[in-house]
């Protein structure tokens, strides 16, 4: 196998107090890291590479089978460099050899939108064409992270990896907003794929883009991410609008002798949607009727008539939706399920009341 390579000196005041913290931390992250005769190596998978502390720098040669995993290694070491050098040093980074001059991620897609289709009064479906889709088409990895550039820019500004393996944001006026979409449909080698949105009161940039949308405009994407369908005898799944995307492309894969139930929390009889799925699987809307997304517990209710797990065969329990009732569904499978590893993912997809970067930034200073 040919690897590619790429080398670069970090100057830094105190290298081997930043090349221990970076080490540890790399194998809280599943990295490999032995250290023979004054070079520290790092594995990552495929990619290897080699650290040695000298007077004033930390230097570094990466080889990695593919400029993807080239460069997030080149990532993983210059941004661990910066988080632990300490508050003001003085560090620069300059990468020599493959993928030195600035580049757009390798993950990273621009997307033209092609078509609109209106599926329900609210969930709009947007067909994309985009190149070298082949990653994004993976049922083990469902959603994607969409770069959506501000109303009225003329050109959209994407971020970059610079000279220094760093990601470059765009300046704030032009930086795109990012956020979790699910890829509803792809087709790799026709390069196109679709997502549906919901349009919501409250439009954040997300639901703005759903709405004004037109041929022709761009967004990027990023990822894919999250874990996917699991094998089961018998499946549970709970979705609102938001988890009705990944749940129609599970259901739609789930092989034909599968069993289980679906409910899933919509506003109203208007938003329900045509899904494809195992006769032995059975689908309950569960209507709002006038309520606000994300003030009911439609699901939780749902959930606790249930008489699961009770039954023959494994259990796989995939729940998608509000903040709070994403707590209460955790809470009762933590409570009712074996615990077993990938027996349930239960994911919060939105909060009621706070957009995604008030989230993220709520669940940062939390940590
Ligand atoms: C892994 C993952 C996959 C997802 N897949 C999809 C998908 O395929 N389709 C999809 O539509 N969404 C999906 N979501 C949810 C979506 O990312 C959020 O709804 C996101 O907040 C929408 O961004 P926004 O810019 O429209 O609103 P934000 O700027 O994030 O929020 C603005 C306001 O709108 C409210 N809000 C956000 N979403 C909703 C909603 N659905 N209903 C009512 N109010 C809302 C917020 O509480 C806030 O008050 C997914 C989320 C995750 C984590």
């Known amino acids: 196998m040919t690897m590619l390579r790429a080398a670069a000196r970090i100057t830094l005041p105190d290298p081997v107090a930043v090349l221990r913290p970076l080490c540890e931390h790399l194998v809280e992250h599943e990295a490999e890291v032995s250290e023979a005769d004054g070079v520290t190596t790092i594995l990552f998978g495929d990619s290897r590479a080699e650290l040695r502390t000298e007077p004033g720098s930390l230097s570094v040669v990466i080889e990695a089978p593919d400029l993807a995993r080239l460069q997030g290694s080149k990532f993983a070491i210059a941004s661990h460099a910066v988080e632990f050098a300490p508050e003001g040093a003085a560090l620069t980074i300059r990468w ?10 390798p993950d990273f897609r621009v997307l033209t939108v092609t078509g609109v289709e209106q599926l329900t009064p609210r969930m709009r479906r947007i067909r994309f064409r985009g190149g070298e889709l082949a990653r994004y088409d993976s049922l083990e990895a469902l959603h994607v992270r969409l770069f959506i550039p501000p109303a009225g820019l003329a050109e959209p500004v994407w971020p970059m990896i610079g000279a220094d393996g760093l990601l470059q944001s765009p300046p704030a006026e032009q930086r795109p907003a990012i956020r979790k979409y699910t890829v ?21 940039p997300g639901s703005a883009f759903a709405a004004r949308v037109q041929a022709g405009d761009r967004i990027g994407m990023a990822g894919p991410g999250g874990r996917g369908l699991k094998h089961a005898e018998r499946y549970l799944f709970l979705a609102d609008e938001t988890g009705l995307p990944a749940l129609a492309r599970m259901l739609e894969n789930l092989p034909m002798s599968a069993t289980g139930l679906a409910l ?20 309950r809307w569960l209507h709002r009727d006038g309520a606000a997304p994300g003030s009911t517990s439609l699901l939780t209710d749902a959930l606790a008539t249930l008489d699961w797990p009770a039954g023959e065969g494994s259990l796989y329990l995939w729940a998608a939706c509000e903040h709070a009732a994403f707590r209460e569904i955790r809470a009762a499978a933590r409570q009712y399920l074996r615990p077993e590893i990938d027996a349930h993912l239960v994911v919060s997809y939105w909060r009621a009341g706070v957009s995604e970067e008030q989230h993220a930034a709520e669940k940062r200073k939390a940590a």
Do not use: N
């Not at 020599?96 to 991620?105: F, I, K, N």
């Not at 899933?264 to 689908?283: C, K, T, W």
């Open 96 to 105: 020599s050899g493959d993928g030195a001059e600035p580049m757009l991620p």
């Open 264 to 283: 899933v929390e919509i506003a109203d009889a208007a938003e329900r949607q045509p899904l494809a799925m195992p006769d032995g699987v059975s689908l």
């Open 184 to 204: 509803r449909e792809i087709d790799a080698a026709a390069g196109t794929l679709a997502i549906d949105f919901v349009l919501h009161d409250d439009a954040g």
